[in-house]
């Protein structure tokens, strides 16, 4: 009988007759085996972009021995950032008519997308501002207006409401641009200054609240909304690429980190601290709403009778306000920067209620009512506005994103305001009931205005006097006390002279001090050669005295002897 051998013993036999190698007999090779080509992850890729879009071109890195300096072109850029960004929350108002007829809803369903917009701002204002504090200004303001950019252009493409509306709110939230750099101008410009160049950011922020209405109304008419946010995307890119080439990459105002809560808490603390900050709140709040009650009733009236103005003619109402801030900038390097910023306040209070009275009164029957008040109380506004930014931007140096916060929201509040209670008021009494309302604002906020002099430190009262020039016109509330300069910005040419004439001081003061010393040193040469001269006499008659003293001893022993 044969007996199949099991191939798995005969390798097992194999196996233990065959010598043994211990593995030290191996060569060992040391090379490292090639990894597998590693597909780039979702994270990896996040990187790459986020270290190209934070990259810093040499010319605008940061050089604390030498800050760059804050030029007229600098200031431009960054009102046509605020400009076409801040217009992102007001393309849709004069078109939600066709929203409503493209995406097949009531005017009802479409009549939430300003509100949307709206409230992503407001939440904005509060969560994201006050990182102006904390984050370095260049890297926070590119990822925005990249990351708004890149979600407008869901707008454009998107067919379903619902989708629409979110991106609304989220573009909303994003677009604070123009609330960054307005802190970021209070800290560049000296304070003689800031009026002027907060008024060229401020125009910008008008210039998009208004031309985003004009672009947006006549666009649809010729060709369709889409068009409108396809042009909102570019207008954004555009800003990101010119703010990546010419925003200098400026630190952080609080590089030692703060805590973010804390940071939100602090912006009520700021308002039980700085009574100019609570006064400048409240009379925006009734100023800005008369800017939104007028301009929301204003179609209802040029569209009615008796003048039955088409949307195009209506929407070119908007180059009325854009003429008024053109003069702004001009009017705050000459008025502004020159007194006390109440009384820049109170002008503008006077302007708005010349405005809006012409415009209430006459405007139901002559369209030069409604002009005059489109530029009057475009202009007031504006200046006034300008005016409490330059006195609240003096309170806090470090903290100026957090007080331009508290004072948005209260400009914010004011806007909703004026929007709701002008249309409700205009749908029971007309036009001039809404423009009374405006009226009664413009006297509360001048009754504030009265509350609390230019030169009181406390919460009520005039001390110090009425005078509205400035004690020192090198700051920028008037007062003497001269603010100390940012390290962000550059020394001007007034500066410069003060510092050199300074240094020449000091350096004159240690010439006297050192020629001073030096004929000092001249006269106590004598004395001390006569002191000399004296101790030397002195000690030649000692010596004398003792050797004659020797002599006569020895004489009188010889003679003993």
């Not at 809803?105 to 479409?110: K, L, Q, R």
Request: proline share 6%; net charge neutral.
């Amino acid at each position: 009988m044969t007996t199949l051998a099991n191939p798995d013993f005969k390798h097992e036999a194999e196996d233990k007759t065959s010598p043994s190698i211990s593995n030290a007999s191996l060569p060992v090779d040391d090379t490292p085996a090639p990894s597998p080509p590693s597909t780039p992850t979702l994270l990896s890729r996040f990187f790459v972009l986020y270290s190209r879009l934070t990259y810093t071109p040499p010319l605008v890195r940061w050089d604390p021995s030498s800050p760059p300096k804050f030029s007229i072109w600098l200031n431009v850029l960054f009102g046509f950032a605020g400009a076409f960004t801040v217009a992102n929350l007001y393309y849709n108002h004069p078109i939600l008519n066709i929203l409503a007829r493209d995406f097949g809803v009531t005017y009802e369903d479409v009549s939430i997308i300003p509100t949307l917009a709206q409230a992503g701002y407001a939440v904005g204002l509060l969560l994201l501002c006050p990182l102006g504090d904390l984050l370095k200004r260049r890297g926070f303001v590119l990822w925005l207006v990249f990351l708004t950019s890149s979600v407008s252009i869901g707008l454009a493409l998107t067919s379903s409401l619902s989708v629409f509306s979110g991106l609304t709110f989220i573009v909303g939230f994003m677009t604070v641009t123009p609330q960054l750099m307005l802190p970021l101008v209070g800290d560049l410009a000296p304070p003689h200054r800031r009026a002027a160049a907060l008024s060229i950011v401020v125009s910008g922020l008008m210039l998009g609240i208004l031309i985003a209405r004009l672009l947006s109304g006549i666009m649809t008419q010729y060709t369709t909304w889409r068009a409108v946010y396809w042009l909102s995307v570019a207008l954004q890119y555009s800003i990101w690429f010119l703010l990546y080439l010419f925003m200098p990459d400026y630190p952080s105002t609080n590089p030692g980190g703060l805590n973010y809560l804390k940071m939100l808490w602090s912006i009520l603390v700021m308002l039980t601290k700085h009574p100019v900050l609570v006064q400048a709140c409240a009379i925006s709040f009734f100023t800005s709403l008369t800017f939104t009650n007028f301009w929301t009733v204003l179609t209802f009236l040029l569209s009615g009778e008796p003048y039955n103005y088409t949307p195009v003619v209506i929407g070119l109402f908007a180059l009325i306000g854009i003429l008024s801030m053109l003069v702004a900038p001009v009017y705050a390097r000459y008025v502004i920067d020159r007194f006390v910023p109440l009384f820049s306040v109170i002008l503008g209070m006077v302007w708005c209620g010349i405005g809006i009275a012409l415009g209430t009164y006459t405007g139901t029957f002559t369209v030069a009512g409604p002009v005059i008040q489109a530029f009057m109380g475009d202009f007031g506004l504006q200046t006034a506005q300008i005016a409490n930014r330059s006195a609240i931007y003096a309170v806090e140096p470090k903290g100026r994103n957090r007080v331009n916060t508290a004072f948005m929201l209260a400009v914010f509040c004011g806007q909703l305001t004026g929007t709701s209670v002008g249309s409700h008021l205009y749908a029971r009494g007309g036009w001039i009931a809404s423009g009374s309302f405006s009226m009664g604002s413009i006297g509360v906020a001048l009754l504030l205005c009265l509350v609390r002099g230019p030169w009181e430190d406390g919460w009520v009262g005039w001390s110090g006097g009425w005078s509205v020039l400035k004690k020192d016109r090198r700051s920028g509330d008037g007062k003497a006390m001269v603010e100390e300069r940012n390290p962000l910005r550059r020394l001007d040419t007034n500066e410069r002279a003060a510092a050199a004439e300074e240094t020449a001081g000091d350096v004159e003061k240690g010439r006297v001090v050192e020629a001073k010393d030096d004929q000092a040193a001249v006269n106590a040469e004598p004395v001390e050669a006569g002191l000399e001269l004296r101790a030397a006499e002195d000690t030649t008659a000692e010596v004398t005295g003792e050797d004659e003293k020797i002599g006569s001893r020895e004489v009188k022993g010889a003679t003993q002897r």
